[in-house]
């Protein structure tokens, strides 16, 4: 993939994702949430009310890298 097709793509990753308020503005800005991590419970469960279509995770970002994102996605 070239530099010119990645700057094209409107896909994005949220860390420290809470119960998505930066999401509903990425969104708003014709953005898609790939997916969402936050290490946060709570903000995890809301999250995935808010935002059903997104996948959102609940993950220790000091332990979970982008390799592990990877075969998620």
């Known amino acids: 993939m070239s530099g ?3 700057a ?3 896909e994005i ?5 809470g119960a998505g308020g930066f999401t509903w503005g990425w969104q708003q800005a014709g953005f ?3 997916a969402a991590v936050d290490f946060d419970v709570a903000a995890t469960r809301t999250h995935e009310l808010n935002f059903p ?3 959102t ?3 220790d970002l000091t332990s979970f ?3 592990d994102l990877t ?3």
């Open 4 to 6: 010119c097709d990645l």
């Open 8 to 10: 094209n793509r409107s």
């Open 13 to 17: 990753i949220e860390l420290f994702a």
């Open 32 to 34: 898609t949430t790939r």
């Open 53 to 55: 279509h997104c996948l």
């Open 57 to 59: 995770l609940q993950r």
């Open 65 to 67: 890298g982008p390799g």
């Open 71 to 73: 075969g998620l996605l």
